[in-house]
């Protein structure tokens, strides 16, 4: 990002984001065999195309109006109860050294086709023996859109996680 110095630059930027985002979003949707996927994907660079179209309008000289209907309330907490969907991290800092706390209970059922057998019934039900766990990591930015970060878990629970981001 560099130092903008009208109004126009900001919304040159922001436009030229945006068109990225729909770029990004169209070309995963193109790669992938998965037709839900496409979709979902599809929809995403359709918002980011409205997004565009907005900008482009206060660009021109329109004034942008924000919707006046409410936002709807889609109840997430209401299903944050359930462990399949709860994982908790919390890191609490002691000295160099973080803790992580997992809380992933999962029960999974259903069936697997099997070859000349026919479908096999399973039922997995997975429980974290330990909760806690010890982490340490480091992260460092690289420029304004580019950082990366790596974690290590060790104790009862070994872990790695090496994560490189690049925002557009």
Same mark, same amino acid.
């Given at each position: 990002?560099?130092?903008?110095?009208?109004?126009?630059?900001?919304?040159?930027?922001?436009?030229?984001?945006?068109?990225?985002?729909?770029?990004?979003?169209?070309?995963?949707?193109?790669?992938?065999?998965?037709? /839900?996927?496409?979709?979902? =994907?599809? *929809?995403?660079?359709?918002? +980011?195309?409205?997004? !565009?179209?907005?900008?482009?309008?206060?660009?021109?000289?329109?004034?942008?109006?924000?919707?006046?209907?409410?936002?709807?309330?889609?109840?997430?907490?209401?299903?944050?109860?359930?462990?399949?969907?709860?994982?908790?991290?919390?890191?609490?800092?002691?000295?160099?050294?973080?803790?992580?706390?997992?809380?992933?209970?999962?029960?999974?059922?259903? /069936?697997?086709?099997?070859? =000349?057998? *026919?479908?096999?019934?399973? +039922?997995?039900?997975? !429980?974290?023996?330990?909760?806690?766990?010890?982490?340490?990591?480091?992260?460092?930015?690289?420029?304004?859109?580019?950082?990366?970060?790596?974690?290590?878990?060790?104790?009862?629970?070994?872990?790695?996680?090496?994560?490189?981001?690049?925002?557009?």
């Amino acid at each position: 990002m560099s130092d903008f110095t009208t109004v126009d630059e900001i919304l040159d930027y922001a436009i030229g984001m945006e068109q990225a985002a729909v770029d990004l979003y169209t070309r995963i949707a193109e790669q992938t065999a998965n037709p /839900t996927a496409r979709k979902v =994907f599809l *929809g995403f660079a359709g918002e +980011e195309k409205g997004h !565009k179209a907005k900008l482009e309008a206060v660009k021109a000289g329109k004034k942008f109006v924000g919707s006046a209907k409410a936002v709807q309330d889609l109840k997430i907490a209401d299903y944050m109860d359930d462990p399949v969907h709860v994982f908790n991290r919390l890191c609490v800092e002691r000295g160099s050294r973080c803790g992580m706390y997992l809380d992933t209970d999962e029960k999974h059922s259903g /069936t697997f086709p099997l070859p =000349f057998i *026919g479908d096999v019934p399973f +039922e997995v039900e997975l !429980k974290t023996s330990d909760n806690w766990n010890y982490t340490v990591g480091a992260g460092y930015e690289l420029s304004d859109r580019v950082n990366l970060s790596l974690e290590a878990g060790f104790g009862n629970r070994q872990h790695s996680l090496f994560n490189f981001n690049v925002r557009f």
